[in-house]
């Protein structure tokens, strides 16, 4: 059974002791940039917690091999906010985020077909 979305939480800052407050079980997952909402990170999980840990890499510290890591942008922890949905099992959460995912596929669409009218 799929539960509540949780309501946004700013995403913590390790330095500061701060956790992320996400179930340890399975569930669907979404990050958010706090300024415009633009979508950085969503999936599902058997362990929302600490796929919420990785969702968002750590700044790039070392200076090299700096060509590597350019292509992808990272974001501050403070620019983020995310929400959950746990679920009862893993296969619950991967059908509840292909639902989503479907939801927000078919809304877009509608909005783009009215915008060329």
Same mark, same amino acid.
């Given at each position: 059974?799929?539960?509540?979305?949780?309501?946004?939480?700013?995403?913590?800052?390790?330095?500061?002791?701060?956790?992320?407050?996400?179930?340890?079980?399975?569930?669907?997952?979404?990050?958010?940039?706090?300024?415009?909402?633009?979508?950085?990170?969503?999936?599902?999980?058997?362990?929302? #917690?600490? !796929?919420?840990?990785? +969702?968002?890499?750590?700044?790039?510290? &070392?200076?090299?091999? %700096?060509? /590597?890591?350019?292509?992808?942008?990272?974001?501050?922890?403070?620019?983020?906010?995310?929400?959950?949905?746990?679920?009862?099992?893993? #296969?619950? !959460?991967?059908?509840? +985020?292909?639902?989503?995912?479907?939801? &927000?596929?078919?809304? %877009?669409? /509608?909005?783009?077909?009215?915008?060329?009218?």
């Amino acid at each position: 059974m799929i539960g509540r979305w949780t309501t946004w939480k700013t995403f913590p800052d390790a330095f500061h002791g701060e956790h992320i407050e996400a179930p340890i079980g399975p569930g669907v997952y979404e990050v958010c940039l706090a300024a415009t909402g633009e979508q950085v990170a969503f999936g599902y999980s058997a362990n929302v #917690a600490q !796929a919420l840990s990785k +969702a968002v890499p750590p700044p790039n510290t &070392r200076g090299w091999p %700096f060509f /590597r890591r350019a292509s992808r942008h990272r974001y501050l922890s403070s620019e983020l906010e995310y929400r959950t949905c746990s679920a009862g099992t893993a #296969a619950e !959460a991967r059908i509840a +985020a292909q639902q989503m995912m479907g939801q &927000r596929q078919a809304m %877009f669409r /509608r909005f783009s077909a009215t915008q060329r009218n």
